[in-house]
């Protein structure tokens, strides 16, 4: 299996407080991603990254931020969590080929289940 | 319209069955495809991506129609071990992969 952690596993908040989710990672692959999975809906894309200090906005992006100082990690932040952010996050890498185009197929952690009340 | 759609099921299958599920995207400029497993309260895993030409892993065959825009996935000889729910996932053009919802198969004995 990818060497791919999460934490919190599980983390329940109130309505308006912040939270940071983390993605690790050992296997130096370059791209990192975050999606929510939500009854009804296949996984959906909130923000990813290309590389340490270059990300990107995806499907689901708003009330999201997110950082990556270092290869290894990728943080997910709510800076105001709210009851519709109540989810499944992943996260996920793959890794590049030449020219950029990130590879075929994605590993993906073992989940955070965030509940916000 | 879902750009990715798929039966969400439940199929409930015998073990020995075999059992097919259909996937139909949207985007013509789709450039990969593939099946993901997720088992109950676990991660998506990469069954096997899906070539134009068909391609086969054991008891799993993967077929992709490009002229009508589906995808299926064919489990022969069904195992208890195969209960899980399967996401067909396609890559679009920008390199962004796009989830179906699942397709839940459950294996009885």
């Known amino acids: 299996d990818a060497g791919i952690t999460q934490s919190p596993r599980h983390k329940v908040t109130e309505t308006g407080t912040p939270v940071t989710l983390r993605c690790h990672q050992t296997e130096n692959h370059r791209y990192m991603y975050w999606y929510r999975q939500d009854p009804g809906h296949g996984l959906r894309l909130i923000h990813y990254s290309y590389g340490v200090k270059d990300t990107d906005k995806g499907e689901v992006s708003d009330g999201y931020s997110v950082s990556r100082s270092k290869t290894e990690d990728f943080l997910l932040t709510l800076e105001s969590a709210t009851s519709s952010q109540t989810s499944v996050y992943f996260c996920?890498?793959?890794?590049?080929?030449?020219?950029?185009?990130?590879?075929?197929?994605?590993?993906f952690g073992p989940g955070t289940r965030l509940t916000v009340l | 319209r879902k750009e990715v759609e798929q039966d969400p099921g439940p199929f409930n299958v015998p073990e020995g069955a075999t059992v097919a599920f259909n996937c139909t995207y949207s985007?013509?400029?789709?450039?990969?495809f593939f099946w993901y497993r997720q088992d109950c309260r676990k991660e998506p895993k990469l069954l096997m991506s899906?070539?134009?030409s068909g391609n086969e892993d054991g008891r799993f065959t993967a077929q992709l129609n490009r002229a009508s825009q589906y995808i299926s996935l064919l489990i022969r000889d069904s195992k208890l071990s195969d209960s899980a729910t399967y996401l067909c996932?396609?890559?679009?053009?920008?390199?962004?992969?796009?989830f179906g919802t699942g397709t839940r198969l459950q294996v009885f004995p």
């Open positions: 899906v070539y134009s």
């Open positions: 996932v396609v890559r679009d053009n920008t390199d962004k992969l796009i």
């Open positions: 985007n013509s400029a789709s450039q990969s």
């Open positions: 996920a890498i793959s890794e590049s080929l030449a020219g950029g185009r990130s590879y075929n197929e994605q590993f």
